[in-house]
């Protein structure tokens, strides 16, 4: 016992069984998916080139994880605080040189950064939000029939809000706004209806719902006032998807339709980012669905959003692979793009990507482009229609990915931005491979 308390020894397979009937707790939660998300995050901010002068291997990392993780998290916490403070500097140089008012100081960690950490905290699943959803739904009356008439009268009713569609050009006009005043919600014209929708029930959450939000929030993880608030509407979001994709029935329509997402999103009147997320929530005990990861970004690399069920990682300080199917997803639009994807460690995942544009907006409007990636194990992936045709365990349909440069050991790579932190780089001025970093071969001179 005295070895197995002091991580000394490993503890046997039978003896966790017995424990796990005995303390009546599922064998999932001996898992370690926290550790092995914080060992993740270890090893992308030990490649940061700060680091080179002295380097730590992947085992000391790990160890540091295992032996201390709450001295693991301080590191990690430091090298957000010292990030924001780069940050910061670039910025405050910035407006010195272009003779802006140099006030204002900005905070050490990204309020999106830390909602992120808390949804992926909950597996992005909140039973008390889902329980208020399914509560609307009853008191409502949502069914497949007018469904805005029945939240608008639901909202002047149990509310006292009356809701008024407003005009493009209008003074002051946003997509939703709503007065505690006057009790007027106000949406825009622009929204098509699924979003019109979709922004009503995040109202409610916010107004009706306010108590669960708030209790939420209070997560030692949401550190500021700022990522409060960004987590509030998060959460709200969340909600107006449980209202109109419920989850029992969602996930016998996703099960019985082999999670096709144009299909499903049809069914549901929702758009395709919105079924997605809604496909990464479906986390309840004994009704699971498929564990997904998904992530959305720009055509310059920059992630805006991003949860793993998977076990998948996404690069947090670092840029991303161009490899992933998601950026491919830029040069075919509205088309679905399908990828089977191999980590460096050998696990290997099936992948699906597609642009998504926003469509509130007028002829002027500038229409922004992102590119959804959802994906899964390849174990999990013959569940899913886009799979079919597709030889899963064929090498030559592989496409070897990383999480980043940095921390892909794949030196000859075309595509290779930066050297790998775990090969010793040299470089030969008379040999150049595929990549600027890749060594030459040992039999060469």
């Known amino acids: 016992m005295n070895l197995l308390e002091h991580d ?22 001996f898992a370690g998916e926290d550790d092995a ?103 409502a009356r949502l069914g497949e029939l007018d469904r805005f008439g029945a939240l608008v009268r639901h909202l002047a009713r149990a509310c006292e809000v009356r809701v008024e569609i407003a005009r493009c050009g209008q003074p002051g006009a946003a997509l939703r706004r709503f007065d505690p005043q006057s009790r007027v919600l106000s949406l825009s014209e622009l929204l098509p209806t699924r979003s019109r929708l979709f922004q009503l029930a995040a109202q409610v959450a916010l107004i009706a719902h306010a108590d669960v939000l708030d209790g939420l929030g209070h997560d030692p993880l949401l550190t500021s006032p700022e990522s409060r608030a960004l987590a509030r509407v998060a959460l709200a979001n969340y909600f107006a998807g449980a209202v109109w994709m419920p989850y029992a029935e969602f996930l016998r329509a996703a099960e019985e339709l082999r999670y096709d997402i144009d299909v499903l999103g049809r069914r549901f009147g929702v758009g395709f980012e919105q079924t997605c997320h809604r496909l990464t929530s479906l986390r309840r005990p004994t009704q699971e669905g498929v564990p997904f990861h998904m992530v959305r970004i720009d055509v310059a690399g920059n992630i805006s959003k ?104 794949r030196t000859a790579c075309e595509q290779r931005a930066l050297p790998s932190l775990k090969v010793p780089l040299r470089v030969d001025p008379n040999y150049r491979g595929l990549s600027l970093y890749a060594p030459a071969p040992a039999n060469e001179p």
């Open 8 to 29: 000394k020894r490993a503890l046997p397979a039978p003896l966790l069984i017995r424990l796990a009937r005995v303390l009546a707790v599922d064998l999932a939660s």
């Open 306 to 409: 991003r949860f793993s069920a998977s076990g998948i990682r996404f690069a947090r300080y670092a840029g991303v692979c161009p490899r992933w199917n998601i950026f491919s997803a830029f040069q075919t639009p509205g088309m679905i793009r399908v990828q089977v994807s191999r980590m460096p460690e050998g696990a290997s995942f099936f992948c699906i990507a597609r642009t998504i544009q926003k469509d509130s907006g007028g002829y002027h409007a500038q229409q922004p482009v992102q590119a959804i990636g959802l994906g899964c194990t390849v174990e999990h992936a013959p569940q899913l229609v886009y799979a079919d045709g597709v030889d899963l365990h064929n090498p030559g349909l592989v496409t070897p990915v990383g999480v980043s440069c940095r921390l892909c050991e």
């Open 37 to 139: 998300r914080l060992v993740h995050d270890l090893l992308e901010v030990f490649a940061d080139p700060l680091f080179e002068e002295a380097p730590l291997t992947n085992t000391e990392i790990r160890e540091v994880a295992s032996a201390s993780p709450a001295a693991a998290r301080a590191v990690l916490q430091l090298y957000r605080a010292y990030r924001g403070a780069q940050g910061a500097t670039d910025a405050l140089s910035s407006r010195l040189e272009a003779g802006d008012d140099a006030g204002g100081a900005s905070r050490s960690s990204l309020p999106s950064e830390e909602v992120s950490d808390l949804l992926q905290q909950h597996m992005n699943y909140f039973p008390a939000l889902e329980e208020r959803a399914e509560q609307l739904r009853r008191e």
